[in-house]
Nanobody, 120 residues
Framework: QVQLVESGGGLVQPGGSLRLSCAAS????????MAWYRQAPGKQRELVAT???????NYADSVKGRFTISRDNAKNTVHLQMNSLKPEDTAVYYC??????????????WGQGTQVTVSS
């Protein structure tokens, strides 16, 4: 089995920063695209940022210039540095990854989510 475990969420004031992390563990053979999604109350889950195994990144327009996605392939981790946070960034943030397991199976995995609240 494969697990994605997020950490780093919390409460922050507007204009503040948070760094989310997600670690993949278990029967991981290789990890392809990794991503962060978020879901605010009453809204659909939306894509925040993606990063390929080669380091190519893509961002939602709403976070461009404020958020930075990065990964450490040796540690099977992905991070999301969030700066200049706004109340509208409040959401549960989910890690997502395309993973090939040691058995050869290729599957998309989700983490359990971590709450980010931006409020004064």
């Amino acid at each position: 089995q494969v697990q994605l475990v997020e950490s780093g969420g919390g409460l922050v004031q507007p204009g503040g920063s948070l760094r989310l992390s997600c670690a993949a563990s278990g029967m991981v053979f290789s990890i392809y695209t990794m991503a962060w999604y978020r879901q605010a109350p009453g809204k659909q889950r939306e894509l925040v940022a993606t990063i390929t195994s080669g380091g190519n990144t893509n961002y939602a327009d709403s976070v461009k210039g404020r958020f930075t996605i990065s990964r450490d392939n040796a540690k099977n981790t992905v991070h999301l540095q969030m700066n200049s946070l706004k109340p509208e960034d409040t959401a549960v943030y989910y890690c997502n990854a395309d993973i090939r397991t040691v058995s050869g199976a290729y599957q998309n995995y989700w983490g359990q989510g971590t709450q980010v609240t931006v409020s004064s």
